[in-house]
């Protein structure tokens, strides 16, 4: 059974994910942070005495959600023979949606660096850039045959499955279906599929 304390420090955690993820590092305050966890600022400094820490806590736990999808789901599409390899990369796509559907603040706290959040704080080398060149790595493997450029395709998968994820898109009567809408959701997983296969000429 955790201590009090522990709970304490993971309300912490829970609370600035929720906050860094909707409003961005920039926008986000060790105020707002302690007043919607419902402690004072002392306790969360007691924890963690800067935003900026906080906000690598926050990034290094996003950072290993991504690793445990990413890292197995790009080696097994690198190393299985290439006979199988388009069910493999069906498999990666699949578990990147899934990641993102279940934790959306992942992609969300993403998205605010991609405008420019936190930019005194050089997260990309050393956590964002391994992972990111981990997929493309495996993902040449069949872009390689097809002609076609791995690093494109590796992050139009990923800027597809980001936005879908915040986003939704609009149904017929203008209402905003998420990743939630088990319909949506089947229907994006196969357009990421064919769209995949199309451009990697694996349609045949």
């Not at 690198?78 to 199988?84: A, I, K, L």
């Amino acid at each position: 059974m955790g201590s009090p304390e522990g709970g304490e420090r993971e309300l912490i955690l829970r609370t600035a994910t929720r906050l860094f993820a909707a409003l961005g590092y920039d926008g986000t305050s060790t105020e707002q942070i302690a007043e919607a966890a419902g402690l004072g600022t002392a306790a969360l400094g007691a924890h963690f005495p800067t935003k900026r820490g906080l906000y690598l806590t926050v990034m290094e736990e996003a950072h290993r959600v991504l690793s445990e999808v990413i890292v197995a789901r790009a080696d097994e599409l690198r190393d299985t023979p290439p006979e199988r390899r388009p069910e493999a990369l069906h498999r990666f796509v699949d578990g990147y949606i899934d990641l993102c559907a279940d934790h959306p603040e992942v992609p969300a706290l993403w998205m605010h660096r991609w405008l420019s959040d936190a930019s005194d704080i050089d997260l990309e080398p050393l956590n964002a850039q391994p992972l990111t060149q981990r997929a493309i790595d495996s993902i040449d493997t069949i872009a390689k045959p097809a002609d076609a450029d791995a690093q494109f395709t590796a992050y139009t998968m990923i800027w597809c499955i980001h936005g879908f994820t915040l986003s939704g898109v609009l149904d017929g009567t203008g209402q905003r279906r998420y990743a939630d809408d088990p319909r949506t959701l089947r229907r994006f997983r196969a357009h990421m599929h064919q769209l995949l296969d199309r451009a990697l000429k694996l349609s045949a």
